[in-house]
């Protein structure tokens, strides 16, 4: 073999080489194309979900705060309703408070009312037995009296 069949020989090898490398570089750039575009949908699928998530966002957070507006309003209004259960709860305790002391006055001017009758009853018995016992003791004498005349006369 000659040198120039040599140097032939060679660049015939490096020009299938570059072919072969040329082929296997297209193979490859195309895939990272087709890689590359699925990638540029799915970017812009999720850009897409990323603004409908966003607009959803900005409502839920709108929402919340009227929600949260409408909770210290009636807060606020329930606060009136809690003082004046409070101020209601206050007036039923002081009216059972006075109601008990009506009610202690009442029984004891009753039980007063009683003794005082239990009195006049006791002091009318106290009367009746004396006039009793001094109609006992005077019926006594009497009798007394006149057995004692009956016994002188039979002497």
């Known amino acids: 073999m000659t040198a120039q069949a040599l140097y032939g020989a060679s660049a015939l090898i490096a020009a ?3 072919a072969v490398l040329c082929v296997f ?10 890689t590359l575009d699925s990638l540029k949908t799915t970017i812009e699928g999720a850009s897409d979900t990323v603004e409908s998530i966003r ?30 259960a409070r101020d209601a709860g206050a007036t039923i305790q002081e009216t059972a408070h006075t109601a008990k002391e009506l009610a202690d006055r009442f ?11 239990e ?3 006791a002091e009318w018995i106290r009367i009746g037995v004396r ?14 009296q006149s057995s ?6 039979e002497a």
């Open 148 to 153: 004692g005349r009956l016994s002188r006369s």
């Open 55 to 84: 607009g959803k966002v900005e409502e839920l957070t709108t929402n919340v705060n009227e929600i949260s507006v409408n909770v210290k309003e009636k807060l606020h209004a329930a606060d009136a309703l809690f003082d004046a």
């Open 131 to 144: 006039l009793v016992t001094a109609a006992r003791s005077h019926l006594k004498a009497s009798r007394e």
């Open 25 to 34: 570089l297209i193979r490859t750039l195309t895939s990272a194309r087709q």
């Open 107 to 117: 029984t004891k001017a009753v039980k007063e009312q009683s003794r005082e009758k």
């Open 16 to 18: 299938v080489s570059f």
């Open 119 to 121: 009195n006049k009853w």
